[in-house]
Every structure is written in structure tokens, then in C-alpha cells.
């Protein structure tokens, strides 16, 4: 194998020299717990103050931490928790739970020139649309809250998940997305006051269409909305420009998790493929539920294939007088031996598979752990922990 | 189960990574087996649907992937643009691209807007007759419900224009049992059967189409009956173990270690299992039904494995 596999302690120097860990990586993979468990080891070896930030954790794991609801609040994962769970921390585990619509209201009030505009906002319904049910405003809250908490300075360590979007990349994007639909043209055209539309004869026919598909007074609606919208315009692009070059900082890293699954291994590398001319700084992968390697041991295939081929025979001499099988059925244990051999041979396709899918991803950045698929999901902060040994020694190698 | 394929339209949705694209294309590919003109669709545009059938890129325009069978990619401005073209009749030139774009950005705004493109265009080719069965390999659960309550959010946001006379043709379809389904894809893990079952809630309180079935994918197999598994503890470990190595001329550990390894994995996923029947048999008459589909051990992602999807889908539509 080509792929290069860093040694255990790449992922804590990583740590230990960054301020911002974010999280990336395509649905599915376990990319919740990882960053959990990472900013769980580094409370306990780097010590300081680590904080993960999370949009939608599973509820178990929410409960693991500590975390009832979406309270937009950092809470403190008591050191009781971690003695239950015999651990000693050097430092403190905060997390928190990202809500998305408090988010919103609060970047409202921030930005609007006014309380009454800030009202206005606020009550409008399609504003309730946006921050309570658009999706896509995960990525830039997410994002915008980073940003406020990195600037608060409370922390030593922030672990960012990012939230679940359809693509990875769309998280990546959406500061420049939110700069970009301040400046568009469409937002000026849709803003200009209803009458003086008819003045603008090249926009004529725009708006002609527009009102045939949408209705004047769903256009009048929106209109009325990005009005509003517009003066909280120059507070939101200076601040997606921040929060673009803090994700561009030095002090930031992106960890891509991913299993070796085909089709995740194809979003993490597009999304790995991107980071570079976005500037950003890949620190390496972590790859999650992968089958453990003493699979890839020489001639156990051929042993494989003996079993299959061989059962009745050995089976037989197993279960013969003074044979260790003795007192067993030899075609019950001939069963055996040749699920055995099967079993295998289904288990080593998979492996052999994923050998090539780490050795694809290991262009990209350095792998720097291996976790088994552990028998049971996380759901205290022993199992936290319990994964976080396992990324943190660098997995199963 | 036997009138999954009879029905006209599936949205085919469930938590991310499940393998909501390898399930709608072996249905499609069954479906297609079987004599129906077939369209399977891919919302999500990542391209993993024309390598299930080991095509070019699918694009908005369908293109034949297989007899019977033909698969395209959602574009809500490509669609737009074909909506605006066929209802409007309105010359090009009247800046039908500048109209797709403001689509695009009101939709950023308000809710429904793209979503009601996107179902729209699925609707229409099921009003249009242009295929027996439409398989859309739909948005992740975190967005489906969003999207099959589309027209619903729009009626109530748009009061007038052809949006909003759009929406009530589409609401019959997609409230039609006989005609519309949904059929969510889950693993036996955690998470997938967490969400399934949230989702399943939700499907039934904010939209009107109906749950047609669960798919569980990825099942792994059963090694061993009680005996099988009695004796497979007395091989592993002791003389019965050194006597293996020996006749096989080398280390026999990694191989009952292979055999714990599925045996245990099976046995966590069967709790989640569990917890998916327990709460999709509820109350009487609220069954939903489960196919299962076994978990592939397959080098590559491909044609091959469309088709075993379709297999396994086909014994278990069948049972």
C-alpha cells in the first residue's frame, strides 16, 4: 500500500497547535461523534478550554454530553461525568448546541439599524421561513456562530460539526453565498418599488413573467421582505468576509471524516479537491467504521478456500475419537468450517475494497486515524471517550 | 407489497449514506424488468445515479439507460425554464433565463418555491402518462418532508398566479394512495432507524402522501444457527483451534475472528432492527411494510449491483 498513514500523535500535535478544528464530511459517517470525541481527548490531554460546536446531534450523544435541547448556550460537561466514566481531564469539556433560529434573531438585531427595522424583520413571515425551516441556513449560522464564539475568546479549542447539508461543500460556500446575495442583481430588481418597475423598459418583461408565475402580491411580499432585508445588507457582508478569513486562518484546520464506502469516499475527495483554492488548510482524514486490517494478512484467502473446500474432511477428523471436536456433530461443525471459509472470503472483498479507497484518499492528506466499527453508537460520554482512544492512538492499525 | 410497482410515482428518501441511490435504482431496474416504461430521477445531483447503471451523467433531458428504462437529473431552472416555455408560450426573448435566475434566488427566501419545481416536473411527467412508474431518488430525510409539503406551504403563502393554480392538480396526485408513495431506506444501525422512525411520524402529520413501505438495506447474513453457534465457541480457542492451523498450514485465528467480527456486528444491528419493527407494526392497520435487502459484498459499485438490489428487492416484493 501506498497510502500514507500518519503515526498516532499527528492528530494531537493537529490539535494542539490549532484553534478551530471543523469537522467535514459527507452524511453518515459519524462525523458528530468524531468531533465529539476529539474535543472530549482534548480536554483530557491537551488540557484548557475545548468547546464542540454541533447543529444536530443524535439524542443519545446529546444526552452524553450533557445537552437537552437546542439552547444556543454552551454547557459545561460536568468532571463528575468524566470521573463516571473514569476519566480525569486536565482540562474542560464544553459543548453546545447550535439553534439555528435564535441565531438568526440575534444577527438580525445585531445588524439592523434600528429596533423597529429589527421588529419588522423579525415578524415578517418569510423571515420566519428563512431561520426556522430553510436548511440551507444551517451552513452560514453555523458558520457566523463559530465566528462569534472564536471572537469571544472563551476558548482554547473549538470543534466544529458541521451540520448535515446535501453536499459538504454548500458549508463551505455559504459565506460567500450570503455576500453574493446582498450584491445580485435580482435582489436590486426585486427591491424596486412597485410602480417605478414599469419606468425600467428592459425590465419589463421580467417582471411581466414574474408576476404571471408568483402573483403580484406574493412579489409584493417578497419585495417588502428583502426591503428590509437589504439594511442589515453592509453589517452581513463585512461579516461574512470575517467569517470567510477566519475559516481561512492559520489557526484553523479542516479534519474530513469519512468511512471507505464508495460512495462517501467520492464526496470527501471532491470536497478535499476544493479546499485548496478556497484557501483553506486540510489537516488530514479520519476514517470511521473501517474493517480492521489483520484481514489484509498474507494467504489467509488461500486458508479461506481450503475451509470451503475441505470441511467434510477435516470436519471428520475434528470430530473423531480423540479429535479436539470430539463430542460434536461432524456435519454441524463441517457447517461451520465452511461459513467460516465463505465468511471470510465475503469479509476480505470488502477489505480489499477499502484498501483501494484509503490508498485514493491518502492523495489527498494524511489519514491520520482508523476507527473499527465499534459494536454500539455512542451514547455516553464513556463511549465518547471510548472512540476518542481509538482516534486518538490513531485507530486500528 | 405486490402493488409497490403498480403505483406511479416514488419518492424513494431516508437519512444520508443509506444507499437511497442504489435502492431507487434497482427498483427502477425491477420495475423496468418487468414491462414498465420507467423513469428514475436524481434530486440530489451527485452522480451516483448514472454510476449505478454505469451510464454518462445524467442530465435534466432522460436518457436510456437501460430497455425500458430511463434516468434523468433534477435542475430546478432547467425545469422552470420547461415549465415557463410549455404554460407561458412565451417568446425566449422575453428573458425566460432572467426569470429562472430570479426563481432561483427568490427560492432562496421563500419556502416551497424550488421544491414546487422540482415536484412539479416529477407530477407532470405522471399526469403526462409519458412513463408508467417514476422513481425519484429524492432529498435526504432532513429535507423530504419540506419538499412533499411543498404545494401545501405555497397554497397558503401564494394567493394568486399560475404557481398557486399549479399547486392543486399536483396535491391530487401526490395525495393519491394508488397513484403516489413514499419508501424510506434505513440500515439497522442507530441513527438510520432514529431517523426512519422520526420520519415516518412526520410524513404522516405534515404531508399527504402516503408511506408506501420501509427498505432496510445493508442486512447482514446469519452465520450460525444455535448449534452452528455452539460449536463455532468450541472451535475457537484450545486444541481446536492449534488443529486447524496445523491442517492448514498456517494461522486459523484471523478467520474465527472474521466470523466473531459478522456475528457480533449482526447482533448490535439486530436491536436497531427490533426497534424499527416495534415501532413501525403499531396499531392495526398502521403496518408499515419492510423489505430487506442483504448487504453486498461486491468489489465495486456498479451495473452488478443494480442488479442484485433488484434481485433481492423482487423476492422480497414477492414474499
Known amino acids: 500500500m501506498t497510502a500514507t498513514v500518519a503515526d498516532g500523535r499527528a492528530l494531537e500535535a493537529l490539535v494542539a497547535s490549532r484553534e478551530i478544528l471543523v469537522v467535514c464530511g459527507p452524511g453518515g459517517v459519524g462525523k458528530t461523534s468524531v468531533a465529539a470525541s476529539i474535543a472530549a481527548m482534548a480536554a483530557c490531554h491537551e488540557g484548557g478550554r475545548v468547546l464542540v460546536l454541533t447543529v444536530d446531534p443524535a439524542r443519545r450523544l446529546a444526552q452524553a454530553l450533557g445537552l437537552a435541547s437546542a439552547s444556543g448556550r454552551a454547557q459545561r460537561v460536568p468532571p463528575e461525568a468524566f470521573a463516571e466514566a473514569g476519566a480525569a481531564p486536565h482540562g474542560e469539556l464544553w459543548a453546545e448546541m447550535l439553534d439555528t433560529k435564535q441565531s438568526w434573531d440575534r444577527l438580525v438585531r445585531r445588524h439592523a439599524p434600528d429596533p423597529h427595522t429589527a421588529r419588522r424583520i423579525l415578524d415578517n413571515p418569510l423571515y420566519q421561513n428563512i431561520s426556522g425551516r430553510f436548511v440551507q441556513s444551517h451552513d452560514y449560522i453555523a458558520v457566523e456562530r463559530l465566528h462569534e464564539l472564536h471572537s469571544e475568546g472563551n476558548y482554547d479549542l473549538i470543534v466544529v460539526d458541521t451540520p448535515p447539508t446535501r453536499n459538504a461543500v454548500d458549508f463551505l460556500l455559504a459565506p460567500q453565498r450570503m455576500a453574493e446575495f446582498f450584491s445580485s442583481r435580482l435582489l436590486r430588481l426585486l427591491t424596486v418599488p412597485y410602480r417605478s418597475r414599469f419606468v425600467d423598459v428592459a425590465a419589463k418583461p421580467f417582471y411581466y413573467v414574474a408576476d404571471r408565475v408568483l402573483g403580484s402580491q406574493f412579489l409584493e411580499d417578497i419585495a417588502e421582505f428583502f426591503i428590509l432585508f437589504q439594511t442589515l445588507s453592509d453589517g452581513f457582508v463585512a461579516r461574512a468576509r470575517e467569517v470567510e478569513r477566519l475559516l481561512s486562518d492559520r489557526r484553523t484546520s479542516f479534519l474530513v471524516v469519512s468511512t471507505l464506502e464508495t460512495v462517501p469516499v467520492r464526496e470527501a475527495e471532491a470536497f478535499m479537491a476544493m479546499l485548496p483554492a478556497k484557501r483553506l488548510q486540510l489537516g488530514g482524514v479520519v476514517l470511521n467504521k473501517v474493517l480492521p486490517s489483520y484481514l489484509m494478512q498474507p494467504h489467509l484467502g488461500e486458508r479461506a478456500e481450503r475451509l470451503c473446500d475441505e470441511a467434510a474432511v477435516l470436519a471428520a477428523r475434528m470430530c473423531a475419537d480423540g479429535g479436539p471436536m470430539a463430542d460434536h456433530d461432524p456435519v454441524i461443525v463441517e457447517r461451520v468450517l465452511a461459513e467460516l471459509g465463505a465468511n471470510f472470503n465475503n469479509i476480505a472483498v470488502v477489505a480489499r475494497r477499502e484498501a483501494g479507497q484509503r490508498t485514493e484518499l491518502a492523495r489527498h492528506a494524511a489519514i491520520m486515524a482508523s476507527v473499527p466499527e465499534l459494536d454500539d ?21 | 407489497m405486490g402493488d409497490l410497482l403498480d403505483r406511479r410515482l416514488l419518492f424513494v428518501t431516508g437519512k444520508g449514506g443509506v444507499g437511497k441511490t442504489t435502492i431507487s435504482a434497482g427498483l427502477a431496474m425491477l420495475a423496468a424488468a418487468r414491462g414498465k416504461r420507467t423513469l428514475v430521477c436524481e434530486v440530489d445531483a451527485k452522480g451516483d445515479l448514472a454510476s449505478s447503471f454505469e451510464a454518462p451523467p445524467t442530465r435534466f433531458d432522460e436518457s436510456q439507460v437501460a430497455p425500458n428504462l430511463w434516468a434523468m437529473s433534477m435542475d430546478s431552472e432547467a425545469s422552470l425554464r420547461q415549465y415557463l416555455s410549455l404554460q407561458l408560450r412565451l417568446p425566449r426573448a422575453a428573458g425566460i433565463g432572467l426569470v429562472a435566475r430570479m426563481f432561483d434566488f427568490v427560492a432562496s427566501a421563500a419556502p416551497g418555491v424550488r421544491e414546487i419545481v422540482t415536484v412539479g416536473k416529477l407530477c407532470w411527467e405522471v399526469r403526462e402518462r409519458h412513463y408508467d412508474l417514476v422513481v425519484v431518488d429524492a432529498v435526504a430525510s432532513g429535507h423530504i418532508v419540506g419538499q412533499l409539503a411543498a404545494p401545501q406551504a405555497i397554497n397558503s403563502l401564494v394567493q394568486v398566479g399560475l404557481v398557486r393554480q399549479q399547486t392543486g392538480w399536483m396535491l391530487d396526485i401526490l395525495s393519491d394512495p394508488a397513484r403516489t408513495g413514499a419508501l424510506i431506506v434505513s440500515t439497522p444501525e442507530e441513527m438510520p432507524v432514529t431517523e426512519t422512525i422520526e420520519l415516518v411520524g412526520r410524513l404522516r402529520s405534515e404531508t399527504t402522501v402516503d408511506l408506501a413501505g420501509v427498505v432496510v438495506n445493508r442486512v447482514l447474513p446469519e452465520l450460525f444457527g444455535t448449534r452452528e453457534e455452539q460449536a463455532f465457541e468450541a472451535l475457537s480457542g484450545g486444541e481446536a483451534t492449534a488443529f486447524l492451523s496445523r491442517a492448514m498450514g498456517g494461522d486459523a485465528v484471523p478467520l474465527l475472528d472474521a466470523a466473531r467480527l459478522m456475528v457480533r456486528t449482526r447482533r448490535s444491528r439486530a436491536e436497531h432492527l427490533e426497534r424499527l419493527r416495534d415501532a413501525l407494526g403499531g396499531p392495526a392497520g398502521a403496518v408499515v411494510p419492510l423489505l430487506y435487502v442483504p448487504y453486498l459484498f461486491l468489489r465495486s459499485h456498479g451495473m452488478r449491483s ?14
Open chain 2, 306 to 319: 443494480t442488479r442484485q438490489v433488484a434481485a433481492a428487492l423482487a423476492a422480497e416484493l414477492e414474499s
Open chain 1, 377 to 397: 453508537d455512542v451514547h455516553d460520554l464513556a463511549g465518547v471517550l471510548r472512540l476518542g482512544r481509538h482516534v486518538w492512538s490513531g485507530g486500528a492499525q
